[in-house]
């Protein structure tokens, strides 16, 4: 979005407050309007001059300045979004208590927009059941609390706490931006799974039989789950990109990992998007070393054998009643049917709740940022998504998702 949308960046006292650089910089080069606005504290990690000369404007962290201007109710009043990264516990509790004891806490109290919250802190204070309660009580408010990622924190800790990727928190904060004041937290509560990416199936330790998926879309699912307040878990099959903001991640590599991590994440899901492309076939056998080109130019006899379909296990074996389950349908039309009779067929065979229907004839949608389907119903449904980013067809399925899941 390039249109200037009025962002407000709150920046709190921790170390990943260097990060907020990052983030600040893809605000202002997508041409939004932001302000930073740090804590006391966050200038002791990250100077006034930094921000006030990647934003253009000034900095304060208190009421007082250019108080004509009332900027403790002004800022917060004229704002689209407001984005805090990092969060501290302190922030957190300050925010969910409703103090407002410098400008960032009076932005909080008087924003009537969107807010994302990123957390970041060592894990024993995420994990503290005053943080937790803290971060439930602003999500029960409509605030967008980002789980953290998992890694190295300060030191030589490691755990939950780190602040997500600032791109990642980037692509969730202008994704809660394009929705507006009218985005609701309608998967607050809810734990969802998505698959993404291509399995392969090893012929020997450097040779595999796989697809074109390249990740896309699950990510875009995946994202906008969280972004809608879900707890998600991203089952990635051999994807090269950085992990969702507020995801957990799952790494696997063939069809039957897939199924594994699949089936294991499903049994507490409330609902289910199976946006990977599984390998239809793996070898019967695979070879411990690499096959040779034989000296008389033939080539080797691959015996197949056919992998299991998760979709379809996961659909006539729920493991919840009621979670909802959505499946891809990546269609070119043959004899046997056009696009959608293919669609509407495998459907019924699959035993799903929705189906999304991609024609990808000539190689449409693998790679590419936009994406358009047709989402059908096994109530009847028929939802036509026309050509788009990934991010509104994710946010299509969601909508979809939330007429059918059971509370």
Known sequence: ???????????????????????????????????????????????APTWAALSGKPVSTVVWDQVHEVPHVRIGQEADLVVVAPATADLLARAAHGLADDLLTNTLLTARCPVVLAPAMHTEMWEHPATQANVATLRERGVVVVEPAEGRLTGADTGKGRLPDPAEIFELATGVLARGSAAPQDLAGLEVVVSAGG????????????????????????????SRGARVTLVSANVSLPDPAGVAVVRVETTEQLREA????????????????????????VSTAKIKKASDGSAPAIELVQNPDVLAEISHERAREGAVIVGFAAETGDDSGTVLELGRAKLARKGCDLLVVNDVSGGAVFGSA???????GADGAVVEVPHGSKSALAHVIWDEVVRRVVR
């Open 199 to 226: 399995t392969r199936e090893y012929l020997d330790p450097v040779r595999f039989l796989g697809n074109r998926s390249s990740g896309l879309q699950g990510y875009a699912l995946a994202r906008a789950a969280a």
């Open 1 to 47: 979005m390039t249109d200037g949308r009025r962002v407000v960046l709150g920046v709190a006292g921790g170390i990943a407050a260097y990060k907020a650089c990052e983030l600040l910089r893809r605000f202002t080069e997508s041409g939004h309007d932001v302000t930073v606005v740090p804590t006391a504290s966050a200038l002791e990690f990250v100077g």
């Open 370 to 376: 936009d994406n358009e389907a047709v989402v059908l």
């Open 262 to 285: 699949v089936v294991a994440a499903t049994a507490t899901a409330d609902a289910v998007v199976m946006a990977a492309a599984p390998a239809d076939f793996r070898p019967t056998s």
